[in-house]
Nanobody, 121 residues
Framework: VQLQASGGGLVQAGGSLRLSCAAS????????MGWFRQAPGKEREFVAG????????SYADSVKGRFTIARDSAKNTVYLQMNSLKPEDTASYYC???????????????WGQGTLVTVSS
């Protein structure tokens, strides 16, 4: 499975960005997709996840009410809509896919490359 992330950039606090992650390859190997982020000097942390079949979602407390994860099964693509961005959201964001669990960075089957999100104050 290959994951291609895009959509990062520079935005002012309070602004919005949308990240995209296109998946390809043996899609039968994944049931869950999501996003993690890693700020300089910090560990990679879970941001949001979604089940591929039913669209059930989960979010980190820090982004609830501001970020929305969604999938387009026809395009094999997952999106992360980020609203009301804060400087503390600044990080490299990584797309992830897994067969069984997507809440812990140490147990992910497939990673995409990072896309940098910078939020200026």
């Amino acid at each position: 499975v290959q994951l291609q992330a895009s959509g990062g950039g520079l935005v002012q606090a309070g602004g919005s960005l949308r990240l995209s992650c296109a998946a390809s390859g043996q899609m039968f190997r994944i049931n869950l997709m999501g996003w993690f982020r890693q700020a300089p000097g910090k560990e990679r942390e879970f941001v949001a996840g979604i089940t591929w079949s039913g669209g059930t979602t989960s979010y980190a407390d820090s982004v609830k009410g501001r970020f929305t994860i969604a999938r387009d099964s026809a395009k094999n693509t997952v999106y992360l809509q980020m609203n009301s961005l804060k400087p503390e959201d600044t990080a490299s964001y990584y797309c992830a896919a897994d067969q069984t669990y997507i809440g812990r960075a140490t147990a992910i089957d497939y990673w995409g490359q990072g896309t940098l999100v910078t939020v200026s104050s």
